[in-house]
C-alpha cells in the first residue's frame, strides 16, 4: 500500500495550475533582513514549485536588524540614520524555549535569557541553516514601492520597487514582483510624547534608542518615562550605576521590589518654565536626565501612498488579519503587532502568508475583508482597548495565531509555547530583579518546567483562561 502525503499532493497540483493559468513562479521581494526578513525568506525558499527565490533588500551589511548592537548613535557613515535600538548588557526577557522560531530551536546548552549577541548568532546560523544568505542585498536602501496594474500577474497586480546602493545613491534600479513582505522593523523612528513645555527642559533629553550603557549615568538624577520591557530594564542598569532614578508611567503601580535608588512616579504632565518637570500628582522633579522609554513609530518611507495604508495614533491600518491591505492584498506588512512573542509570530504570519499567495486560503472579496477589519476593531474598542493599543495583542496573540494557522491550514504552535510565555510574563511581574536567573525546560508538546539558579524546581503559576 502506497501512503501518499495528501498536502504534497495538493501543493503539486497547485503549481501544475498555476503554469496552465500563465502565471508561473510568483517573485516576491522581501524587505528587511531582521528575524521577521529573514523567516519570510526562509518560507518562500521552502516552496520553489511555487516562488522563485526571494530578494531581500538590507539596508545594512548585516542581517539580524534590531540585534546587531551598534556602539555609535545617530548617523552611519553614509549619513542614514542607525537603526539599532540595542543596548550593551542587554538579555532577552522571553525564555529561548519560545523564543526560538518553532523549526530551529536556539542551542542546549544556552540559558533560558540570552545576551543579545547570542540572537544574533542564532540569526546567522538560521541564514545558513535555511540557506539565505544568497539571496540577500546587502547595503541597499528601498525608496519606492508602486502598485502596477498588470493582468498576467497574481489578482492582476504587480509591484515595482526602486533601489538604490547604500553608498552610491544615484545607483538606482527598479525591479518588478508579484508581491512584497514589508519587514522593516518597528524599533527605530522614536516616538516622543507631546509634553507641554518640553523644549524648556534644561537638562539632557534622550530616548531609549540613543542608550547604550549606564556607566555615563553614574550617579546621575534620571525621570525615566515609560515601565515596559525596556523602560524597567535601562532602570536596573541604571540603579546598578547609583543613578537616582524616578520610573515615571501611567500604569497600575509595579508592586514587586524594585531595584535600589528608584522609586515610581505618575506620568510627566509638563515642563515648567524653569525646566522644572511636573507630575500629574502635582509633585515635580528638575533631573539631570530626561530618559523616554516611550517606544517608537510605524514608518514606510518607501511605500506610494495609493495604497492606503496609514498610521495613526500607533495603529497602521487598514489591514485584514494586521497584514495587508484589502485593495492591494499581494503586499504584506510583516510583524507590525506589539506586546508579542516575535519569532513565532513571524513564523505563524510568513506561513499564512504562503497560504494566501498558494490559493490554499482562498482570499475573501476586498468589501468581506473592509468589514472583517471593520467588525473586529469595532469589538476591540468595545472592550475598552484604546486606538493606540488595539496592535497591542499580548495574551490575545495565541488566539490570533492559531486562527491563522486555522485559516492556513498548517501546523499551530505546540501547546506549551503560550503557557510558557504567559508564565514568564506572571514571574517576571513577581520579581523583576531576579526572573532573568530562571532556566526553562520543555518536557512535550504539551508540558514544561522552570528551575531556579539553585537547580530548584518551581512550582507553576495559575493562569487565567486566554
Known amino acids: 500500500m502506497v501512503l501518499v502525503d495528501s498536502a504534497l499532493l495538493w501543493r503539486t497540483s497547485r503549481a501544475l495550475k498555476l503554469r496552465m493559468s500563465g502565471l508561473g513562479k510568483l517573485r516576491v521581494a522581501v524587505i528587511g533582513a531582521g528575524a521577521a526578513g529573514l523567516c519570510a525568506a526562509r518560507h518562500i525558499l521552502a516552496r520553489q514549485d511555487l516562488f522563485t527565490p526571494p530578494v531581500v533588500y538590507e539596508l545594512t551589511k548585516y542581517v539580524g536588524g534590531t540585534w546587531v548592537y551598534e556602539d555609535r548613535v545617530g548617523l552611519y557613515?553614509?549619513?542614514?540614520?542607525?537603526?539599532?535600538?540595542?543596548?550593551?548588557?542587554?538579555?532577552?526577557?522571553?525564555?529561548k524555549e519560545v523564543m526560538s522560531f518553532p523549526d530551529f530551536p536556539f542551542a542546549a546548552h544556552l540559558p533560558s535569557f540570552v545576551h543579545h549577541t547570542e540572537v544574533r548568532k542564532y540569526l546567522e546560523q538560521y541564514c545558513d541553516h535555511f540557506r539565505l544568505w544568497d539571496h540577500i542585498r546587502f547595503g541597499t536602501t528601498v525608496d519606492a514601492v508602486n502598485p502596477v496594474k498588470e493582468e498576467s500577474r497574481w489578482k492582476g497586480l504587480a509591484w515595482d520597487v526602486t533601489t538604490s546602493d547604500g553608498v552610491d545613491r544615484s545607483l538606482s534600479i527598479k525591479e518588478r514582483f508579484d508581491a512584497v513582505?514589508?519587514?522593516?522593523?518597528?524599533?527605530?523612528?522614536?516616538?516622543?510624547?507631546?509634553?507641554?513645555?518640553?523644549?524648556?527642559?534644561?537638562?539632557?533629553?534622550?530616548?531609549?534608542?540613543?542608550?547604550?550603557?549606564?556607566?555615563?549615568?553614574?550617579?546621575?538624577?534620571?525621570?525615566?518615562?515609560?515601565?515596559?520591557?525596556?523602560?524597567?530594564?535601562?532602570?536596573?542598569?541604571?540603579?546598578s550605576v547609583n543613578a537616582k532614578v524616578i520610573l515615571s508611567h501611567g500604569q497600575r503601580p509595579l508592586t514587586c521590589p524594585l531595584p535600589p535608588g528608584v522609586e515610581q512616579a505618575p506620568p510627566v504632565t509638563r515642563v515648567l518654565d524653569d525646566g522644572t518637570l511636573e507630575f500629574k500628582d502635582g509633585n515635580q522633579a528638575m533631573?539631570?536626565?530626561?530618559?523616554?522609554?516611550?517606544?517608537?513609530?510605524?514608518?514606510?518611507?518607501?511605500?506610494?501612498?495609493?495604497?492606503?495604508?496609514?498610521?495613526?495614533?500607533?495603529?497602521?491600518?487598514?489591514?485584514?488579519?494586521?497584514?495587508?491591505?484589502?485593495?492591494?492584498?499581494?503586499?504584506?506588512?510583516?510583524?507590525?503587532?506589539?506586546a508579542i512573542c516575535p519569532f513565532p509570530h513571524f513564523h505563524v504570519q510568513s506561513q499564512f502568508i504562503m497560504s494566501v499567495l498558494e490559493g490554499s486560503f482562498p482570499l475573501p472579496s476586498r468589501e468581506e475583508m473592509e468589514k472583517d477589519i471593520e467588525l473586529d476593531i469595532a469589538a476591540r474598542r468595545a472592550r475598552g482597548i484604546a486606538t493606540r493599543h488595539i496592535l497591542k495583542l499580548d495574551s490575545e496573540q495565541w488566539a490570533y495565531n492559531d486562527h491563522l494557522a486555522q485559516l492556513g491550514g498548517f501546523e499551530p504552535l505546540p501547546r506549551y509555547w503560550s503557557n510558557l510565555y504567559e508564565s514568564n510574563k506572571v514571574f517576571r511581574a513577581r520579581d523583576m530583579l531576579n526572573y532573568k536567573t530562571h532556566n526553562y525546560a520543555v518536557l512535550n508538546e504539551t508540558d514544561w518546567m522552570v528551575q531556579n539558579l539553585q537547580g530548584q524546581q518551581l512550582p507553576k503559576p495559575q493562569l487565567k483562561h486566554m
Open 77 to 95: 557613515d553614509n549619513g542614514l540614520p542607525i537603526h539599532s535600538s540595542m543596548y550593551r548588557d542587554l538579555r532577552t526577557n522571553i525564555p
Open 287 to 338: 533631573p539631570e536626565v530626561f530618559l523616554f522609554c516611550t517606544g517608537y513609530n510605524f514608518t514606510f518611507p518607501f511605500l506610494n501612498k495609493e495604497v492606503g495604508v496609514q498610521v495613526k495614533d500607533h495603529l497602521v491600518f487598514p489591514l485584514y488579519k494586521f497584514l495587508m491591505p484589502p485593495a492591494y492584498p499581494s503586499l504584506f506588512i510583516v510583524g507590525i503587532c506589539r
Open 181 to 239: 513582505m514589508v519587514c522593516n522593523g518597528h524599533f527605530y523612528d522614536p516616538y516622543i510624547p507631546a509634553i507641554p513645555g518640553l523644549e524648556k527642559f534644561k537638562g539632557m533629553l534622550m530616548h531609549s534608542h540613543d542608550y547604550r550603557s549606564a556607566e555615563p549615568f553614574e550617579g546621575k538624577s534620571v525621570v525615566l518615562l515609560g515601565a515596559g520591557l525596556s523602560g524597567l530594564d535601562i532602570c536596573m542598569e541604571l540603579s
